[in-house]
């Protein structure tokens, strides 16, 4: 029976990979921040415990999911704002390094799949982006996240290991959290429909986003540790919606007329970058056969009706 590591077991992606890979017959072991779902409670900053579970588990597969991201919080949030940069380095990078090394020396015939963002190219010239788009990260987290893609090329191509990087774009399912634009403006329909609340403020309506399924996303991270060579990929819907267009479709589906009761608030959340991530998954189609299931109406059908049963 394969074995798979995966780390950030307990967050949306690490959930939803852990269902598909055993459904598949696959043993799954998870190392989450906190227990969940019979995840092993390690913080991935413990090199020596990360180490040591590598050697004892010798997985064939390694999903490395756990990050650090203000807005995502996939691991134990930072108390004190100063230690943010160190938090970002900490985690994204130097955590990616011990593991890499770790594998390197007890398990080097397993293959790695690291979880890279589209926030790695940064303030793009153009779009949609590919594989070959220069990485122009503007953030702490695009520059630790380039810095662990740069790095899991250097043990493909230096030391051999089957080290591949996936270049995700927004992906969204109903284990998202509430931080979300995508949750905050499902879970404030519901409210608004079940007259709990009566407003729902957000930022810029019109900003674009490459809105896909996070079930559909953790499908392609199997097939590339699955294909005959390690390349990094771009995983994306590869279409643009605003968010009026995500708005205008939650609220038809709780049969809610979102006009008088959506507002913009600049100050209401954080401001959207001017970047337009809008991603090019050709490629990945191309070489692995891989492309999205779930349409935009479909997801959004999927976020709301979970919402509204919950």
């Given amino acids: 029976m394969r074995r798979a590591l995966i780390t950030g077991s307990s967050g949306q992606d690490g959930t ?3 269902a598909q890979l055993r459904q598949a017959g696959v043993e799954v072991v ?3 921040s906190r227990p969940a779902d019979g995840a092993i409670v390690i913080d991935v900053n413990d090199h020596a415990a990360v180490e040591q579970l590598v050697r004892e588990v010798q997985p064939d597969e390694c999903y490395h999911l756990a990050a650090y991201h203000r807005s ?14 160190s938090a970002y380095l900490r985690t ?9 090394r770790a594998i390197r020396t007890h398990r080097p015939a397993c293959r790695v799949f690291l979880a890279g963002s589209c926030h790695m190219f940064g303030d793009p010239d153009h779009a949609p982006q590919t594989e070959d788009t220069p990485f122009r990260p503007t953030s702490l987290y695009g520059i630790t996240k380039t810095a662990a893609a740069q790095l899991g090329r250097v043990y493909r191509e230096q030391h051999g290991l089957f080290v591949c ?3 995700l774009y927004n992906h969204e399912s109903p284990l998202r959290g509430p931080s979300f634009v995508t949750t905050r403006i499902v879970r404030g329909a519901v409210e608004i429909k079940r007259g709990l609340r009566t407003v729902l403020l957000l930022g810029d309506l019109d900003a674009r986003v490459d809105w896909g399924y996070a079930g559909d996303y953790v499908g392609a991270m199997r097939r590339m540790l699955a294909a005959d060579c390690a390349e ?3 995983i994306a819907s590869g279409e643009l919606q605003s968010v009026r267009d995500l708005v205008e479709r939650v609220f038809e589906r709780v049969g809610v007329d979102w006009r008088p009761h959506v507002g913009q608030d600049a100050t209401a959340h954080r401001p959207v970058s001017r970047a337009v991530y809008h991603g090019d998954p050709s490629r990945i189609r191309d070489r692995l056969g891989w492309t999205p299931t779930t349409s935009f109406d479909a997801l959004v059908a999927l976020l709301v009706d979970a919402e509204l049963a919950r």
């Fill in 16 to 18: 939803l990979l852990a």
């Fill in 30 to 32: 998870g190392i989450a």
């Fill in 72 to 85: 995502s919080a996939t691991v134990e949030p930072i108390v004190d704002p100063k230690d943010e940069e």
């Fill in 92 to 100: 994204n990078l130097t955590a990616t390094h011990a593991l890499l």
């Fill in 165 to 167: 990087t996936g270049i």
């Fill in 232 to 234: 990094d990929f771009v």
